[in-house]
């Protein structure tokens, strides 16, 4: 239901749009009682300066409180730990000032008892019917677990699992493939069904996991980037901030001065 809102706010005709982000809110909120029922999936607004406006329970939960009024004017940097909440901040930013529309964004966020767990986010500009933005609206949805009914899970476990062996050097489509037995388009499609996630997602999400894990030691960041299976540093901080907000240094950094970090499950 929130895609399809999402899709509609962005793409409604000018005259169907807003006047103003706060006539937007007033609408959204009828339907707040609907949005707090939903336990897997933090739902915003935003103003044009990255604040909230309204948010459903999961996402004050995730916040660490107990009512929304607290969350209310406040940016994911003000609310978040340090390293995660300037990294969403940030990415509000680009789609505020930028009008950057994010569809299926892999990333590591706070699941309910404060742990990181991963996620898929969305997040649209919205638009006035001058066509200036005046906000945004988004989504993080938990990432599900794997749909062990499929037809072909067993062929995909196997390619899932050949990733998390070997996702510290090169991983092809060609070898992902030949462990499927299927072609790129059909092993595109059903690991989208199983396991939610592209093939290339899927090895992107190994690699960081196992990132996070080394950033919490010592471990200079050149050789956690091999480590990871990433050729050269630059290319492990691009694909990490992609996927966090932040530069792998700056995480490190960041949790850090958070203290001990919670125990990491995977999701």
């Known amino acids: 239901m929130m895609q399809t809102l999402l899709e509609l706010v962005d793409g409604a005709s000018a005259p169907h ?35 909230y406006l309204l948010a459903n329970r999961t996402l004050v939960q995730r916040c660490g409180l107990k009512r929304l009024a607290p969350l209310l004017g406040k940016t994911s940097a003000e609310v978040f730990p340090t390293h995660l909440g300037p990294g969403y901040t940030e990415q509000d930013r680009r789609v505020l000032k930028q009008g950057v529309i994010l569809q299926d964004q892999l990333e590591l966020h706070l699941f309910g008892s404060r742990e990181p767990g991963w996620c898929l986010t969305h ?111 630059s290319a492990f901080t691009r694909q990490f901030k992609m996927l966090t907000g932040l530069a792998p240094r700056r995480y490190r950094e960041a949790a850090g001065r958070a203290g001990p970090p919670p125990a990491y499950a995977p999701a």
């Open 123 to 233: 997040k649209r500009p919205i638009r006035d019917r001058r066509d200036a933005i005046i906000g945004l609206m988004g989504i993080s949805v938990d990432l599900p677990s794997a749909s062990g009914a499929h037809p072909a899970y067993r062929r995909l476990a196997a390619v899932e699992a050949h990733i998390r062996r070997h996702f510290g050097g090169p991983v092809t489509m060609q070898e992902l493939t030949r462990i499927a037995g299927m072609s790129v388009a059909q092993l595109e499609r059903y690991c989208k069904r199983v396991f939610h996630l592209t093939p290339r997602q899927m090895i992107h999400k190994a690699r960081l996991e196992h990132a996070h894990r080394l950033l919490l030691t010592d471990m200079p960041i050149t050789e956690i980037a091999m480590r990871c299976g990433y050729t050269d540093h």
């Open 17 to 51: 749009r807003p006047e103003s982000i706060e006539e937007l809110v007033s609408g959204l909120s009828l339907f707040l009682p609907i949005l707090d029922a939903v336990p897997t999936a933090a739902i915003f607004v935003k103003d044009l300066q990255a604040r």
